[in-house]
């Protein structure tokens, strides 16, 4: 079946079998932006009204909060319990054997859906720092031929077919079969996507779906183990909503960005003295313990006397149930929304540890090796990249050495594993896979090596999304001045990742500004319905 074959056959209605009882959209739904409740209200906060917020968190979320609030004039603080701002885009000044370098917590990309954080790159003229990755997304199996994942032509659903039609694992008519499971996904609805599949896991879902193999191991199962989450125990609700995200909702979807230099450099210096300049007041090194409640409001934070108008919770998920579980509350009230509250977030799962290794060898790889590789059955590598590729300072590196820099993401570790803290004992251990992957490092001497081991990616496990409290669960619970942000907190429309974070620091600061008649920001988000078919 070629190209004119399948589009004819879309065209003559043969999928509407598929759909049936179902809506038949003809292209992607347009960006929605979510306008302020109080559009009529001052753009900030009047003169001689003061207003003081703690935040709670200095990475995204966090700093997508602050930023709102102070540029509306809103005395901030901002306590982390880190010694750098940017939570999983921190950056430090690591030491080697091969020189002194800025190491991130990991290598990120910029979708297209980051409409809220690409919003806040404009302001804060970021950009300059960002290119497009256009190289598509390559795969390396042991089972399976090389795969290399691009939506061309940018159009729907000419995307998706050429997508089909250039694989070496799959052609257009297997891939067709596949349309009755993608169906929760081309026809995606995010009101009810979790009350429909958040008790069914990925596998189950799949298997329920009869897929083929090729399509099973080569698309699906490689997206579910970048998420960082175990994949026999990811919810098909968070998956059906990630491949919206990142395939079916716009033909611009697979788009992503790299930045050019370290992430503090490129985001969260420039953001953070952004901030500065606004008067907001970073205490670094400083962890909450927890916060004071009285009369159904947080106060301040629990031993230090300081009083707050508000408080935005935005430290990942295991540090908000610590402050929680920490907080005191003086009256009835405020304990019985407290006691909520935490039964909710206790339930909250953190994802597997992980691990981020990067070597600086002294040994080039071969030209017509892609930057970025994802290497779904290579564990415990599930992802390589060519920083010296990337990013200048390793670029420069490189030049002078005509070595590499290699980062590896080790996300599926036995506990003893990812136990471990010595990053030339790490790169001993997962050699052998490099050098099956790339055998052109096989001579190659490690001249440095850093590792960062890390517990704090969100849980997609099933059952998690039904529990996720929303940036103001707080107050529909009785606290009325504390709200969350983070990548595990809800949201009424479709995010994940660094784009949940900034949102919901959005959110939460549009709660407060609500409360005290300051005209809220608008956040323009993803589509909450899938294209359909043509």
Known sequence: MNRRDVLK??????????????????????????????????????????????VVGGGLAGLSAALELAERGYEVVVREADSVLGGKLATRRLQTGAGTFEVEHGLHMWFFNYHVFRDIRRRLGLDRHFRPYASGVHFEFRNYQPEVLQSNPPRYPQNLIG????????????GMRQLGMLRAILFYEHSSNVARLDGLSFPEWIQRANLSPAFRDVILMPAAEVTLNDPQRISAAEMAQLMHLCFTSHPRAMQREVTTVDHGTAVIEPWAAHLRQLGVRFDLGRAVSGLRFERGRAVGERGDPTSYDGVVLACAVGGARAILRGSTSSDPASASALAALRARTDRLELAPPYQVLRVWLDRPT?????DILETPEHRPINLMVQFHLLEEESKRWAAASGGSVIELHLYHQSAAEAAERDPHAIWRRVRPTVEELWPELQPANAMGATVGSYEDFTSFAVGQASIRPSATTPAQDGLANLTLAGDWVATDYPSALMERAVATGREAANHLLLADGVRQASLTVTPSRGPGLF
């Open 366 to 370: 071969r030209q017509d090796r892609p």
């Open 9 to 54: 056959w879309i065209a003559g209605g043969s999928l509407g079998v598929l759909a049936s009882g179902q809506r038949v959209q003809a292209r992607p739904y347009p960006l929605r932006t979510i306008q302020p409740k109080n559009p009529w209200d001052p753009a900030r906060l009047p003169a001689g009204v003061r207003r003081k917020v703690l």
């Open 163 to 174: 997508l089909l039609e250039r694989s070496p694992n799959f052609n257009l008519f297997s």
